[in-house]
Nanobody, 120 residues
């Protein structure tokens, strides 16, 4: 599975962005998807994940109520809608895929990352 993340950019605090993760090579519905982020000088951490069918989701406490993960299997694309952004959300965001969706980094496939910068 090849993953291409996009949609990052510069936004003011309180603003919103939607990230996309386009998959190719395999049928996306077979894979759970996750979003992770890595701030400068910090480890890559879990943000959100969604099952292959889209029926189940899980979120990091830091983004609950502000971020929404979704997917469109017909388009082979997953999304991360982010609202009420805070400066501490600034990071490179990565999408990942694996047979089982999970809240840890044990994903087999990773995209290249897209930078989100939130100014105060």
């Amino acid at each position: 599975v090849q993953l291409q993340a996009s949609g990052g950019g510069l936004v003011q605090a309180g603003g919103s962005l939607r990230l996309s993760c386009a998959a190719s090579g395999r049928t996306l519905s077979m894979y759970g998807m996750g979003w992770f982020r890595q701030a400068p000088g910090k480890e890559r951490v879990f943000v959100a994940a969604i099952s292959g069918s889209g029926e189940s989701t899980t979120y990091a406490d830091s983004v609950k109520g502000r971020f929404t993960i979704s997917r469109d299997n017909a388009k082979n694309t997953a999304y991360l809608q982010m609202i009420s952004l805070k400066p501490e959300d600034t990071a490179v965001y990565y999408c990942a895929a694996d047979r089982q969706y999970r809240a840890d980094r044990r994903y087999a496939y990773w995209g290249q990352g897209t930078l989100v910068t939130v100014s105060s």
